[in-house]
T-cell receptor, first 113, second 113 residues
Framework: DAGVIQSPRHEVTEMGQEVTLRCKPISGHNSLFWYRQTMMRGLELLIY????????DSGMPEDRFSAKMPNASFSTLKIQPSEPRDSAVYFC???????????FGSGTQLSVL | AQSVTQLGSHVSVSEGALVLLRCNYS??????LFWYVQYPNQGLQLLLKYTSAATLVKGINGFEAEFKKSETSFHLTKPSAHMSDAAEYFC???????????FGKGTRLSVIA
């Protein structure tokens, strides 16, 4: 199994630009999570899906952030417009429904200049 | 609300010395507790988990953790540190079933030769 696949690995963009982060969960996993990691705030849960349905998006910082999961094998996290304070590592993780073990992707390092 | 507090953002030990990484939890119900490890430029990996069975839990790479309800703690230990243990370690908690993990801010472990 290839594990959770995230793209791109690195993204450098200018303030105001749209950024789209992509995630392919492990086949057969029902739950998908988007986390953001920064030095100041640690690892924060942004949103999670069960069976492609968003369950809790209370961690999404503001309306500039949106996430979709059109099917069981693909999810996107979009930031529009991006701001320098969005610079962080964004992780996608998946698990079986109700599973206790999260499988993380390698993350996307986002830098907004 | 459930939460975990990791004492010490950075711990440094000599190779061969005892590793002790501290985690205290707050939960209104018996918790499920986890330790994850993050190696440089990688996503998090599950190290071990406590799910109300034995209070002493053994994980991979020689790590173990003990659940102490009276102290609301779940400290991670390893008798003898190895250079390859240098990483960031995250304690996490969840209350039940499908609720997502809540992570601590992490502790960076350095191992000195």
């Amino acid at each position: 199994d290839a594990g959770v696949i995230q793209s791109p690995r690195h993204e450098v963009t200018e303030m105001g630009q749209e950024v789209t982060l992509r995630c392919k969960p492990i086949s057969g996993h029902n739950s998908l999570f988007w986390y953001r990691q920064t030095m100041m705030r640690g690892l924060e849960l942004l949103i999670y899906f069960n069976n492609n349905v968003p369950i809790d998006d209370s961690g999404m910082p503001e309306d500039r952030f949106s996430a979709k999961m059109p099917n069981a094998s693909f999810s996107t996290l979009k930031i529009q417009p991006s701001e320098p304070r969005d610079s962080a590592v964004y992780f996608c993780a998946s698990s079986l429904a109700g599973g206790e073990k999260l499988f993380f992707g390698s993350g996307t390092q986002l830098s907004v200049l | 609300a459930q939460s975990v507090t990791q004492l010490g953002s950075h711990v440094s030990v000599s190779e061969g010395a005892l590793v002790l990484l501290r985690c205290n939890y707050s939960s209104s119900v018996p918790p499920y507790l986890f330790w994850y490890v993050q190696y440089p430029n990688q996503g998090l990996q599950l190290l071990l988990k406590y799910t109300s069975a034995a209070t002493l839990v053994k994980g991979i790479n020689g790590f173990e953790a003990e659940f102490k309800k009276s102290e609301t703690s779940f400290h991670l230990t390893k008798p003898s540190a190895h250079m390859s243990d240098a990483a960031e370690y995250f304690c996490a908690v969840r209350n039940s079933g499908n609720t997502p993990l809540v992570f601590g801010k992490g502790t960076r472990l350095s191992v000195i030769a």
